[in-house]
């Protein structure tokens, strides 16, 4: 049996995660009260049933407390659980609620949405690092959900290493480890030639294959991440996220990435995300 476990702020996209799983051949649970979690499992692993996956969030109270507990135990009896936990901005989530006019499941007509928000972040706080974190800030709907696609596909019993582009005027990601930081390269978004176009187009891949910095930054990335990778993969480590942050996030931060990915897709299961791509 595989269990995967769906949980992050409201308004980040859970609905969204579980309809991938769904879609994707899973008995899927939503809202489900952490402490029936040991149940609903002993009920459906003699039924046959392979793949499950159950939100669980602040909509159960105070039991998803119990959640990092609960997890230990079903792994201790040799389920194959995954935990992919969904975050975004504060003020993104407050849009996103203002927008739908829907009420926060805190919300007791006292407490302003901002103030729910941050509320739910504090009693989230004991899960958020427990599995697999992915920022959806400013990811729209149909990356999140191949993004999902991939997390369900590829091998959990290894690490998995992540590259990530993004744009530092778009705000930091929440879901990265390591953070690089290239905006001090030449910038291609300059060059009417290249200002339409990506890191994975030929004619800026050769503009930064040819700038001596953007080399030196790459090799040096790079040797960082092979020195420090093995300590993360020691400590039983199943996701690590590499942030790769430009301007806009479009050009040279994309290259790097892809660069990246390509060197250590020999050693490592990788995957690839741009934040900033809209599909």
């Known amino acids: 049996m595989q269990l995967f476990l769906i949980s992050g702020l409201s308004g980040s996209g859970k609905s969204v995660a579980l309809k991938v799983l769904e879609d994707s051949g899973f008995y899927c649970v939503d809202n489900l009260p952490a402490e029936m979690l040991p149940g609903l499992i002993d009920l459906l692993l003699p039924a046959g049933y392979k793949n499950i996956a159950v939100s669980i969030d602040v909509r159960s109270a105070n039991s998803v407390q119990l959640i990092p507990n609960i997890v230990n135990d079903l792994k201790q009896k040799n389920l194959a659980v995954h935990v992919l936990f969904l975050d975004a901005q504060s003020d993104t989530l407050v849009k996103r609620y203002s927008e739908t006019r829907r009420l926060h499941p805190l919300n007791n007509g006292v407490r302003t949405l901002p103030e729910c928000v941050e509320l739910e972040r504090e009693q989230l706080q004991s899960i958020c690092d427990i599995g697999h974190r992915i920022d959806t800030s400013e990811v729209h709907a149909n990356a999140l959900r191949a993004w999902i696609k991939e997390f369900i596909d590829h091998d959990r019993a290894q690490l998995t290493l992540l590259f990530q582009s993004f744009g530092f005027k778009h705000g ?21 030639a290249l200002q339409p176009l990506t890191g994975r187009d030929q004619p800026v891949i050769d503009f930064l294959e040819n700038t001596p910095d953007a080399q030196l930054m790459y090799s040096d990335i790079c040797d960082f ?15 690590f996220t590499v942030a790769i942050g430009c301007t806009g996030g479009q050009h040279r931060s994309v290259y790097l990435t892809e660069k990246l990915a390509r060197h250590f897709k020999s050693e490592q299961q990788v995957l690839v995300r741009h934040r900033e791509f809209k599909s």
């Open 172 to 192: 930091l990601p929440l879901d990265a480890d390591f953070v690089f930081d290239v905006r001090c390269l030449p910038n291609p978004h300059y060059m009417p």
């Open 225 to 239: 991440i092979s020195r420090w990778l093995p300590k993360f993969i020691a400590d039983n480590r199943s996701y």
